[in-house]
């Protein structure tokens, strides 16, 4: 009886084992397709802390090699560029679409070439979506992939990963990834590539940056009534959100490079500390709060600290 035991736990512990190995044998087809999967995840809004992590049973010893593996494995599918299709709803612009599926108006401008206009897309238009941000050149007759990356000052390694293709000889017309870059027409389409939106729609100006009643007005001022969407002027992470003084509700976005927006006297606040919002977001609602005389939004550019007149920074209206 107790051999017969024995006999019985030892049957269970091989089983075990085996179960472990096929896991780690099946892991990178595992992991592969969840990567693939949290492209459709972030478009619907569900993706976890879970699922940046992929298959959480993993155990302790020999299995934590096998699964760092399969993480770098993961990591270098993710970099490969995938495709989806989106049809434009009603109400929808090009800077809702992006936001989401979580990449940048210049990235669907790029790999969509017949939008002629980012500020004109039409309800039922397909728009092709990709799960990086970049831009679509198409080769020309003799050109390389090291060509292509001296033009838009990428590295011509990371062309070739994020497109899974074999680009040793192009064919001309073929299309090639390019990654982070940017389209060149891009500004002659409608957008902005050094510059941003305006904050709100409408309105008109009722303070300009400079010398204001004996000191100096450090931003713009446009009057808009009380509850008027308040919207990201490009791509960036809320550094403030919340009170401030006479400014009122204040939200602050850290743009990179030195750059910094402030966007004063909300009625309420749409976004925290730390978020990532993209351009075109509505981050908060106009008001007259703080040191006011008035509804408005009162907007400023700082670069390195010091404030710079929004006019040049802004598209003509």
Same mark, same amino acid.
């Given at each position: 009886?107790?051999?017969?035991? &024995?006999?019985?736990?030892?049957? $269970?512990?091989?089983?075990? $084992?085996?179960?472990?190995?096929?896991?780690?044998?099946?892991?990178?087809?595992?992991?592969?397709?969840?990567?693939?999967?949290?492209?459709?995840?972030?478009?619907?809004?569900? /993706?976890?802390?879970?699922?940046?992590?992929? @298959?959480?049973?993993?155990?302790?010893?020999?299995?934590?090699?096998?699964? /760092?593996r399969i @993480?770098?494995? =993961?990591?270098?599918?993710?970099?490969?560029?995938?495709?989806?299709?989106?049809?434009?709803?009603?109400?929808?612009?090009?800077?809702? &679409?992006?936001?989401?599926?979580?990449?940048?108006?210049?990235?669907?401008?790029?790999?969509?070439?017949?939008? =002629?206009?980012?500020?004109?897309?039409?309800?039922?238009?397909?728009? %092709?979506?990709?799960n990086i941000? *970049?831009?679509?050149?198409?080769?020309?007759?003799?050109?390389?992939?090291?060509?292509?990356?001296?033009?838009?000052?990428?590295?011509?390694?990371?062309? %070739?990963?994020?497109?899974?293709?074999?680009?040793?000889? /192009?064919?001309?017309?073929?299309?090639?990834?390019?990654?982070?870059?940017?389209?060149?027409?891009? =500004?002659?389409? #409608?957008?902005?590539?050094?510059? $941003? &939106?305006?904050?709100?729609? #409408? *309105?008109?100006?009722?303070?300009?940056?400079?010398?204001?009643?004996?000191?100096?007005?450090? #931003?713009?001022?446009?009057?808009?009534?009380?509850?008027?969407?308040?919207? =990201?002027?490009?791509?960036?992470?809320?550094?403030?959100?919340?009170?401030?003084?006479?400014?009122?509700?204040?939200?602050?976005?850290?743009?990179?490079?030195?750059?910094?927006?402030?966007?004063a006297h909300?009625? %309420?606040?749409?976004?925290?500390?730390?978020?990532?919002?993209?351009? *075109?977001?509505?981050?908060?609602?106009?008001?007259?709060?703080?040191?006011?005389? *008035?509804?408005?939004?009162?907007?400023?550019?700082?670069?390195?600290?010091?404030?710079?007149?929004?006019?040049?920074?802004?598209?003509?209206?």
């Amino acid at each position: 009886m107790e051999r017969g035991k &024995i006999i019985l736990v030892f049957c $269970f512990l091989v089983l075990i $084992f085996s179960s472990q190995v096929a896991l780690a044998e099946e892991g990178p087809e595992f992991r592969f397709f969840q990567r693939l999967s949290l492209f459709e995840r972030e478009a619907s809004g569900h /993706l976890g802390p879970m699922d940046l992590r992929g @298959d959480q049973t993993w155990g302790n010893g020999v299995q934590l090699e096998a699964q /760092l593996r399969i @993480d770098e494995i =993961a990591d270098k599918i993710a970099r490969v560029a995938r495709f989806k299709t989106h049809e434009v709803q009603p109400g929808e612009t090009l800077w809702d &679409i992006s936001r989401k599926y979580g990449i940048d108006v210049a990235t669907l401008a790029g790999v969509n070439h017949d939008i =002629a206009n980012v500020h004109n897309i039409r309800v039922g238009d397909v728009i %092709r979506v990709i799960n990086i941000r *970049g831009t679509i050149h198409k080769a020309k007759d003799g050109e390389t992939v090291d060509c292509i990356a001296k033009e838009y000052g990428v590295c011509p390694e990371e062309i %070739r990963m994020v497109n899974g293709d074999d680009l040793s000889r /192009l064919n001309p017309g073929q299309e090639v990834v390019v990654p982070g870059a940017k389209p060149p027409d891009f =500004a002659e389409r #409608g957008g902005t590539l050094d510059s $941003f &939106i305006w904050p709100v729609s #409408g *309105g008109r100006i009722s303070s300009h940056f400079g010398p204001r009643w004996g000191g100096f007005h450090e #931003g713009l001022d446009i009057a808009v009534p009380t509850g008027t969407p308040v919207r =990201a002027t490009k791509e960036g992470y809320v550094i403030f959100s919340g009170w401030n003084g006479g400014y009122g509700n204040v939200v602050d976005i850290d743009h990179g490079g030195g750059v910094v927006t402030r966007y004063a006297h909300n009625s %309420r606040l749409l976004v925290r500390r730390g978020s990532f919002v993209y351009q *075109g977001q509505v981050i908060a609602y106009s008001g007259n709060t703080g040191r006011s005389t *008035g509804p408005h939004v009162h907007f400023e550019i700082r670069h390195n600290g010091r404030p710079v007149n929004p006019i040049r920074y802004l598209p003509p209206r």
